[in-house]
């Protein structure tokens, strides 16, 4: 058994079994990264994930948090093995309407499970350290796209690399005789190499960068030029 709480002026000591440590483990790890890889580790074994688990996996934040602490920390073979049941048994779909990628969770409910659905898009965002990183410091500010024009337009990737923008825009219906446009604030107000789709237009004001491009799927790089 584990102590999910435990509270000392009422004297009630909530115990559940030791699986709920594949979540325990994920708020521990960042404050006391031994405790909680010790945690995780006891988890694993009475989960059965030393080896392929029995699939469906059942509904809940245990396995997703176990995915996002093992590439947290690098468990690779973990990771995989968790990975793959979570693609066998969560249910991962696009509402194409929407613009949006979710986990059914096998509920068969008319909307996606917050919580849950917000564990598994976690535990698809993580690497390593990274989620030490972010409880151990504010986040380093960066420039930020906005105004974007979802869920007719979205990016697949929008990233900066030794002071170079490289994004990539994907449009629900492509159209190239309509255009949209959107914003990038924070970044340097001075004149930049673009590559871009043709009649892509850029325009750089102390308001941010402004882009107005087709509506047309498309690479947007922005490069420091040598002015």
């Known amino acids: 058994m584990s102590t999910l709480y435990y509270d000392p002026i009422l004297d009630v000591h909530h115990r559940l079994p030791s699986t709920v440590n594949l979540t325990t483990s994920f708020y521990a790890g960042p404050q006391r990264p031994d405790d909680a890889k010790r945690l995780l580790e006891g988890a694993i074994q009475v989960a059965g994930l030393t080896s392929d688990p029995t699939l ?18 690098g468990l690779d073979e973990l990771a995989e093995r968790l990975a793959t049941a979570i693609e066998a048994s969560y249910e991962p779909r696009w509402d194409h309407d ?14 996606p499970r917050g919580q849950y659905n917000a564990f ?64 990038i604030v924070g970044a340097e107000p001075r004149l930049w190499d673009v590559h871009a789709p043709d009649r892509t237009f850029v325009d ?24």
């Open 56 to 73: 469906p996996l059942p509904t809940g934040r245990g396995f997703p948090s176990a995915l996002l602490l093992a590439r947290e920390w």
């Open 98 to 111: 929407r613009g949006e990628f979710t986990w059914g969770m096998g509920l068969g409910e008319p909307h």
């Open 120 to 183: 598994l898009a976690a535990a698809e965002a993580a690497g390593p350290g990274r989620w030490t990183a972010l409880s151990e410091a504010p986040i380093e500010p960066c420039p930020q796209v906005v105004e974007v024009d979802f869920p007719d337009v979205a990016f697949t990737r929008a990233e900066w690399v030794n002071g170079n923008f490289y994004g990539t825009v994907k449009v629900r219906e492509p159209n190239p005789e309509k255009r949209t446009s959107f914003r």
């Open 204 to 227: 750089v004001k102390l308001s941010g960068i402004h882009i107005a491009m087709p509506m047309v799927d498309g690479d947007i790089e922005l490069f420091r030029g040598n002015y």
